[in-house]
């Protein structure tokens, strides 16, 4: 019998999948007209328009391209672990190069504007987030794609790997709505409350990445969506439940 998400979990998980790619759409059309509209779009010289280079680089990167990575084991439950693997680990490279392309946008901004860094909540969260990546990425990489790891070591680490990726995720969206809230302030003070066009699409985005983060959980803790072992893996996959090598 097929043990693949899609037939575990008949139209539900190609229906989630489906769901969270539209809804990551939505987050990067959302943050774009919200930025374009009404902050008068993007640029690269040290205006006001850089500083809208950050937001849409922090959640495209740090949200939407990272938790495709981190279901991507989900979503192609055929392809050989090599391959995923390899995948998995470039998707989180474009997104550490997007989000670096962010960070220099407002920390260039900052520079020129003359305001001071990393003194809000907001900046703080980033810079947690923006290291434990690295580490992660760091880790995943020294672990899973290079041989030198032995299994008992994989086997240890491996579920460490899984709850800091989805506690990452989660720390990301955090920093993206410290991220919204803080600008929000800063833009609309005075019209916030009285329910300014911006500040309900600005809420609305808000939600969209909670949507987000809550649909890639999901497909990533429910058990009858995990990757079935393909027998020519048998000997190197690692069980969650023994946390041993499986036996050939």
């Known amino acids: 019998m097929d043990s693949s ?8 998980f ?27 779009g993007f640029a690269w010289d040290g205006s006001a328009h850089q500083f809208n280079v950050h937001p ?3 959640v495209l990167g740090m949200v939407v391209l990272y938790g495709d990575a981190v279901m991507l084991y989900r979503v192609f439950p055929r392809e050989s672990k090599r391959n995923l693997k390899i995948l998995h680990g470039s998707i989180h490279l474009l997104a550490l190069l997007v989000s670096i392309i ?19 909540l907001h900046s703080w969260f980033g810079v947690l987030t923006i290291c434990l990546f690295l580490a992660q990425w760091l880790m995943g990489l020294g672990f899973f794609l290079f041989p030198g790891a032995s299994s ?5 680490y491996l579920p460490l790997h899984a709850f800091f990726g989805l506690f990452l995720l989660a720390v990301s969206i955090a920093t993206c709505l410290t991220g919204i809230t803080e600008k929000l302030l800063f833009s609309i003070m005075e019209t916030y409350s009285l329910r300014a066009p911006e500040g309900l699409l600005a809420n609305s985005l808000a939600l969209l990445l909670l949507l987000f983060g809550g649909l890639v959980g999901v497909m990533v803790t ?11 893996e048998e ?14």
Request: contains cysteine.
């Open 14 to 40: 190609p229906g989630l999948v489906g769901v969270s790619q539209a809804v990551g759409v939505a987050i990067v059309v959302v943050t774009g007209v919200w930025l374009g509209h009404h902050h008068g």
């Open 56 to 58: 849409l680089c922090m």
């Open 235 to 248: 000997a190197l996959s690692v069980h969650f439940t023994s946390l041993t090598p499986s036996s050939p």
């Open 5 to 12: 998400p899609s037939s575990c979990g008949g139209l539900v």
């Open 102 to 120: 962010g960070l220099v946008a407002v920390f260039n901004f900052h520079r020129v504007a003359g305001i001071p860094d990393l003194y809000s």
């Open 222 to 232: 429910r058990e009858e969506f995990r990757r079935p072992p393909h027998p020519e």
């Open 152 to 156: 008992w070591l994989r086997a240890w």
